[in-house]
Structures are given as C-alpha cells and as structure tokens.
C-alpha cells in the first residue's frame, strides 16, 4: 500500500475567525465548527482542509511553538473563474479586514495573482488565467492547463 495525499492541515490560534475566513472562500465547514478544536471541510475531490486549534496540537505535542519571523512557508493556492473574480475576492476579503499581502495583478506567467492571508498569516493564492495569455498558448502550444 502506498500513502496518499488526503488532506491539509493548518495550526490556528482563533476557530472562529479561521472558519468564517475559509467559509468566505467557499469552504464548507459544519455549523458550530467555529466553537471546536479541530474542524473540517470536504475539498473536491475528497482531499479536505483540517484546522487544529493551538491547544489542540499541544495536547499532543507539548513543546510546539507557532512558528516565528519572516513570511509563512506554505500556502493554499485557490483558482477563480477569471480575472475580475480575483479582484472580488481579494477586496472582499480586505474589506472583511484581513491583510492583503499581495494586490491583484497581472503575473508575467500569465495569471490575475493576488495574496490575502488568514488570520494566523498563512498565505491565500487567489489567481485566474489571463484569456489573452491562454489564448496563445493554446495556440502555440495546443492546450491551457487551469493554472497558466
């Protein structure tokens, strides 16, 4: 048997603010997941996003420490339907009042790309696909995967 990729987990120091963040984004947390010390969310797929509160991850593991200085060193990378999406979503988010790392803009690798972080500073990818940018790749090339 080989192991399989299943699931992201993600630290948290608040429940409720991290699952009304991922929720803005679509992912589907249960109701009263903002009150416990691990909740999930259902990914397509079948992959899922798992957020373990601070206390949790102490509970069996007693020396962890949040990690400090510098930028993280992960983050979720989540596909918009197109360009005009991720500016939605990133001034939504900023408006929600989470930092915008990274403004909308047009990558030189052919995407609309932006950074939010969540409230524990964990990086958001939002991007889309510039259509001119597919547009000659799929002819220069033959095909436009989702990401480019």
Sequence with gaps: MTPRFDAIGLVVSDMAASVSFYRRLGFGFPEGAESLPHAEAQLPGGLRLLLDTEDTVRSFHASWQPPTGGSGR?????????????????????????????????????????VVHDPDGNGVDLFAPLKA???????AYGGCSAGY
Excluded: I, S
């Design 74 to 114: 992960a983050a979720l990378a989540l596909l918009c339907d197109d360009p005009t999406e991720v500016d939605r979503v990133y001034e939504e988010l900023v408006g929600a009042g989470h930092h915008g790392e990274l403004k909308p803009w047009d990558a030189f690798w052919g995407q609309r790309y932006a």
């Design 133 to 139: 940018t597919c547009r000659a790749r799929r002819q």
